[in-house]
């Protein structure tokens, strides 16, 4: 199982890379030689020297009259049959040969002995192969060390592992000592590296609820990792930016309540006046709209599976409508509803809209003069309008009035939330609401929904 530690993965993917490396670097090599690229040059049959030499040396042995000679093994009997152009020799340190070796070998090699090389390629004389066929060099035996020669040998497939073995055996303190320091150097950088990391890491298990105004230092810490950081820090900004509007809408949504608690608690202490019973209805009816348009924004955001109804625009609206129309007549003001020609589908949440359509007839029905008449239109294209004839509202303040807490003056009763709501419903809806002037006077404010079905 790999670790999950990140600098265990490098150091390992390093060691597994460069011995790798060295391997491929054996083979490019050897494809060289193959070629005949000069310096490189060499035959397959060149490959089976290893194996070659591990069978004379095996065949080393101690006559009768106690000295060396070469007794071959069965091994390198075999091998000799396979091979009948194959020769091999063994001089001990005095230069002299063993008996058993192959006497072209002797004659040529017994005065290349008197410089007692340590190891030689050779060609004997007559042979026109441009690499060399032969190879001596001294040898540890079980009897001391010689001389071993081999001389027209053949290659077999496991001759590779012999050779890259044999290749090995000369560069392995290079190997290891090139492993060893690049590792101890790729784990060094690594801790070095990665301790900015751990810095940012304490630093990110340090932000809690009251503290997502601090963000994670990406000065410190290495290129690479800076996109990651300031991913980090993005998203502490949105959520430090949702958790305040949470906040202040939880403070404040209070205040969006109180007033009509407190009316209708007023009005509760004076149960004899003529107007109890509509006066308490209607401050019912706010009080019902603000919570469901409250419930609607939570449930919306936690929920994103709610706006996946299929919604009927002109019978939701209407049953609104009927709802307020009671409370409109006895307070002295009328209410029509105009509705679409056909069924006007659309992909939402019912609650959502209700609660939004709601809270903007009770709007307009403040807004609306004593004896007035409010409109509430839904035509064939998915729109709503919700038109009345109060005061208005100026050209300036149009975009104002759906932020949070906005209020036109002090003597505005609520604390300004429920536009505000309202225009982060319907985008939750992927809808549009939108304020107009009514001609004449007064304010039209529209929904637009996207109507199933209809041409994009």
Known sequence: MITKSLAHRIVLYLVIAQLAAFLLGWVFTLGLGMAGVELFATTWDELAKARA??????????????????????????????APKMKIAAFDLQRRALAGSSPELVEVLRNLIGVSPTHTHFILPGDEESA???????????YGRFHIAVYGQKFRWDDLFDAWQQEFRWLNIYVVMAVSLSTATAWFAMRRGLRPLRAVAEEAARVDMDSLDQRLTSSIVPTEITPLVGAMNEALERLDRG?????????????????PIAVLAARLDAPEEASFKIDLKRDAYRIKY?????????????????????????????AVVDDAALLAIRD????????PSVVVDVRGNGAAITAVIGNLID????????????????DDEAIISIIDHGPGVPEDEREMIFEPFWRKSEATPGAGLGLAIAKDLIAKLNGRIWLEETPGGGATFKLSFGRLGAAA
């Open 290 to 318: 603000i919570v469901e348009q409250l419930l609607a924004t939570l449930r919306a955001g936690e929920q994103p599976t709610l706006l996946e109804e299929t919604v009927d625009l002109g019978a939701v609206t209407r």
């Open 332 to 339: 002295c003001r009328h209410i029509e509803f105009v509705g």
């Open 363 to 378: 709007n307009a029905l403040r807004a609306e003069p004593e004896g007035g008449e409010i409109t509430v239109c839904v």
């Open 53 to 82: 030499e591990k069978q004379v040396v095996a065949s080393v042995a101690i006559g009768a009259d106690g000295a060396a000679v070469l007794a071959p093994t069965a091994e390198l009997r075999a091998e000799l049959d396979r």
């Open 132 to 142: 060399p066929l032969g190879l001596m060099e001294q040898k540890w035996t079980p």
């Open 243 to 259: 958790t305040q509007r949470q906040r202040r809408f939880t403070a404040n949504a209070a205040h969006e309540l109180r007033t």
